[in-house]
C-alpha cells in the first residue's frame, strides 16, 4: 500500500500539542492528522520519568493501530524523557519530537550563547534542552527555568493583563538579568507547547532583543524535511479538498468537552466535542 | 480485634489534601493516619466524573488493605462526585468528605445568605456545594467559581506576592461585587484543599466582612464528632506517644520526591522522601 496517503500521528499530554499541530497544518496543508491527547493523565510535566515513558509507549500504540505513517511527539516532557524508548520499540517509523528541532533553533539564533529555555518542572529536570544544545554547541550557557504557573494561564485563557504580567516579571525577570558568564541571554526557548499562546506577554517582559524560539513551528518544519526524505509526504493530488478542520481527527482519554473547548485556544480554531473520541490507553 | 487502634485513612489527588490531615492532627492528635495521595492521576479537577469516581474506589480499596477504621475524602472533587459511590462499596466503614462539613459551616456563618464557593472545575460543574447548601437553607443563593489558577499559586508557593494578588482580584473581584439578590455575599467557602495556604491573600481582597469557610476544619471536626459516635475514637492510652509525624504515613501514586517537597508547604512540616511509600492503583 501507498505509506504516503496514511495520517501523521500526533500525541501530546493533553491540549498543549494543538499548537504543534497548528504548526503542522500551516506547513504540511495536503497531509491528514490524527491528534492524541492524554488528558485523563495530565499533565505529564510534573509525573516521574518512568510513567511518563509509559504513558507514551501506550499512545503511541495507539495511533500506530490507526495507521499513522509518523508520529510527532508534540510535548516537551515526552521529547524530553521518552523518545529513546519510542525509536526503540518503532524503529521502522519516523518519530519527531519538539526537543531537537527547538536546540536547532536556538543554536541558530544566538548570538551570545546564552540561551534560557523555560518549560516544565520535568522538562527542566530531565535536562534534555540542555544536553541537545550542548550537543550543538558546546560552549553555550544555558539556563533552564520551571514556569508551571504558565500552563495554569494558559489554560486558563489569561494570556493578557495584570495576572500574566506578574507572572512573566517573576519568572523571566530574574532569569535574564544580565548575570551570565558570557553576557546576557540573547535568546529564549518555549520549552512547553502552552506557552506559545503567552508570546505577546513574554515579549513584553524580555523586550526585542531577545530571540523568541516557538519549538512549534521548527518541529513542524523538522517533520517536513524528514517526511520529504523518507519519500512519505502526501502528493497535493491525493488531499480530500476539504476543509481544514476536515484533515484532522481528535482522541481523547479523558474530558472531551474539556478537550474542545480549551482546545481551540491553542488551535486556533473552533473543535466540537463531538469531534473528538475518548479513548482508553 | 480492636478496632479503635486502627489507623483513619486519608485520600487526595494529590498533595492538597494534608491540609485536611494537619486539621486531623490537631483535632486529633491521638489517632494515626494513612495519607494517600494520587499523585499519578492528579489534577481530578479537570477529569470526568467518571474517572474520578474510578480513581476514588481504587484509592478507598488501598487504604482498606491497610486496616484503616474510616476513611476520610479529603479531596473537594472525589468528595464531590465519588461519595455516594465509596458509601455504597463500603457500607460497613464510615466515609467522610469534605463537601457536607463546609456547607454546614457556611450555612451557620452566613446571615445575607448568599454565598460564594470557589473551587476546582469539577467541583464547581458537580454543584455538589449547591446542592449540599440547598438543602440545609433552600433560600441560600449560592455562586461557584472555579479558580483553577488558585491551585498552581499554591503548589507553587506563590502564596503572596503581586501574582497572588492579581489573581485573587481577578477571581473574586467580580464574584464578591453586590449584585446579588439578597445584598452581598458574607461567607466564602474555600472549596478546594489548595485554597486554605492562599488565605492571607484571599482575606486582603475580600476584606473582614466576608467569612472564610476553610473546609479542612470544619472536616476535621465531623470527623471528631462521626468516630465518637461510632465508639471509634483512640484512647490516650494507645498513643504511640512518638512524634507527630511518626503518626503518619503517606502513600503516592507517582513522584514522591515532589509529593514531600510541595507537601510540606500543605502539612506544615517537613516530610522526607523516603517517608513516602510509592503505590501503583
Known amino acids: 500500500m501507498d505509506h504516503r496517503a496514511q495520517a501523521i500521528g500526533v500525541f501530546d499530554s493533553g491540549v498543549g500539542g494543538l499548537t504543534v499541530l497548528r504548526a503542522l497544518r500551516d506547513e504540511l496543508p495536503h497531509e491528514q492528522f490524527v491528534y492524541l491527547g492524554d488528558t485523563a493523565r495530565l499533565p505529564y510535566g510534573t509525573k516521574s520519568a518512568e510513567s511518563v515513558v509509559r504513558y507514551a509507549l501506550q499512545a503511541a500504540a495507539a495511533l500506530i493501530v490507526r495507521r499513522v505513517k509518523a ?18 520499540r518503532h524503529a521502522d517509523l519516523p518519530v519527531i519530537g519538539v526537543v ?28 534534555a534542552y540542555q544536553r541537545a544544545i550542548a550537543q550543538r554547541r558546546p560552549d553555550a550557557e544555558v539556563r533552564a527555568l520551571a514556569c508551571q504557573l504558565f500552563v495554569a494561564l494558559a489554560e486558563e485563557g489569561w494570556t493578557s493583563g495584570a495576572v500574566a504580567e506578574a507572572t512573566a516579571q517573576r519568572y523571566l525577570g530574574p532569569l535574564l538579568l544580565p548575570h551570565w ?27 526585542e532583543r531577545v530571540t523568541i524560539v516557538d519549538s512549534a513551528v521548527t518541529t513542524a518544519r523538522a517533520a517536513h524535511a524528514l517526511l520529504r526524505e523518507r519519500q512519505l509526504l502526501r502528493a497535493p493530488a491525493m488531499s480530500p479538498g476539504a476543509t481544514a478542520l476536515a484533515a484532522m481527527s481528535f482522541l481523547a482519554t479523558d474530558n472531551s468537552e474539556r478537550f474542545a473547548a480549551i482546545g481551540a485556544r491553542f ?15
Open 181 to 207: 558568564a558570557a553576557g546576557a541571554a540573547d535568546t529564549l526557548v518555549l520549552g512547553c507547547t502552552h506557552f506559545p499562546v503567552l508570546r505577546a506577554v513574554i515579549r513584553e517582559v524580555v523586550g
Open 100 to 127: 531537537d528541532p527547538g536546540a536547532d533553533a536556538a543554536v541558530a539564533a544566538t548570538r551570545s550563547g546564552c540561551i534560557a529555555v523555560i518549560g516544565t518542572e520535568a522538562t527542566v529536570r530531565g535536562g
Open 267 to 281: 488551535l486556533g480554531s473552533a473543535i466540537g466535542a463531538h469531534q473528538v473520541a475518548l479513548i482508553d490507553l
Open 71 to 88: 508520529l510527532i511527539v508534540a510535548c516537551n516532557t515526552a521529547s524530553a524523557v521518552a523518545l529513546p524508548a519510542l525509536r526503540a
